[in-house]
């Protein structure tokens, strides 16, 4: 039995999570769930799962989550903090750990994982992208080790040789017979209007997805097209591509996953219905698979699968991502925070949706940090380019 702790429990990825260990109580055992803000959630897992431990980053809703859990006697703790939260990605009885926390505030706990030489099971991809090479060193330095559970890159992982899959991030793809990899995406809800119509986008609009149910933040990344650019430097940095080894390509019906191309001109590819269950299950049962609870593809319903190259001038942020990533870390660090303050802004009303790219690409035109060599200078760079975002934010309001 694996015992596991979920960073992001209340989430889509997280509840998504659980729903899968619900089928399997024989071969999974939640040690500790993790969470901001959403108490309500969170005592619902607690009452079905009695965990060791809760950890809620908001103290206020530790101490609300703390009297409710009293009032049913379920015998968890609960613990707040950024410290404990900490404490908990790496406690010594933790098999692996879930990294589903959005944006930069997973970054510490996934380290503090990787410290102690946990199996991450990644769908935290701004933690990796933030810090790069850092990152990546500290996985090889502590033996720890890594599962994508992003769609497209589990897809690519489970097409990889075993040699590869064993070696994430640290073997080349040249010399395991792998010409390039193709990463898919689906283009988001806006992927058919015009650019001039962008303005007008609401965010309610964003949430409607046609193929995923995702998280409000990722679902306006995935409309601006910065998910799949985050998700390239993702790739490339997992996978150990270079830049001629990955490519993109829009694929609206979102059923293939993504491709992994090999030298006798052979294509792998991981199909299935758009359900993160199915890699997430993959990632917590490798090298096994179990039942996900996804419906299963029928093929005699697909009307067709189309793929077409992305365009960059609909999607500018798709480029600033490939771009920033070219430049290095601290570029990407810098698009990172630039795009969460940014986005953050959009869903409160505060500018326009096509203000995004355009206040992303003013940040990184502007800034111009020294590469970073630790998880202080990241977090330098991070703040200080927030305190910058918001203050252009701030100008364009007035």
Known sequence: MKKITILGSTGSIGTSTISVIKKHPDLFKIVALVANKNFSKMLEQCEFFSPDWVGMKDEKSADILRKKIKEKKIKTQVLSGDKEICALASLQENDCVVSAIVGMAGLLPTLSAIYAGKTILLANKESLITCGYIFMNALFDN???IIPIDSEHNAIFQVLPKNVQKNLGSVS?????????????????LYYLKSKDLSRIQPEEIYAHPNWSMGKKISVDSATMM?????????????NALDNEINILIHPQSIVHSMVEYIDGSVLA????????????????????IISGSNFLKFTQLK?????EPNFIQFPCLKLAINAFKSG????TVLNAANEVAVSAFLNSKIKFNKISEIIDHILTSSNFLEPNSIEEIFEIDTKTRIKTEKKILALCY
């Not at 990899?181 to 809800?189: D, W």
């Not at 067709?304 to 077409?308: D, K, Q, S, T, W």
């Not at 870390?329 to 990407?332: F, G, K, L, W």
């Open 270 to 289: 991981q199909l299935s219905v758009p359900d993160m269950k199915v890699a997430i299950s993959y990632a917590m049962a490798f090298p096994d698979r």
């Open 227 to 239: 998910n799949k650019g985050l998700e390239y430097a993702e790739a490339r940095l997992l996978f």
């Open 143 to 145: 033996h720890a080790k």
């Open 304 to 308: 067709c699968l189309n793929f077409f």
């Open 329 to 332: 870390q601290s570029a990407m």
């Open 173 to 189: 793809l040249k010399k395991n017979g792998i010409k390039s990899i193709i990463l898919t995406a689906s283009g988001g809800p």
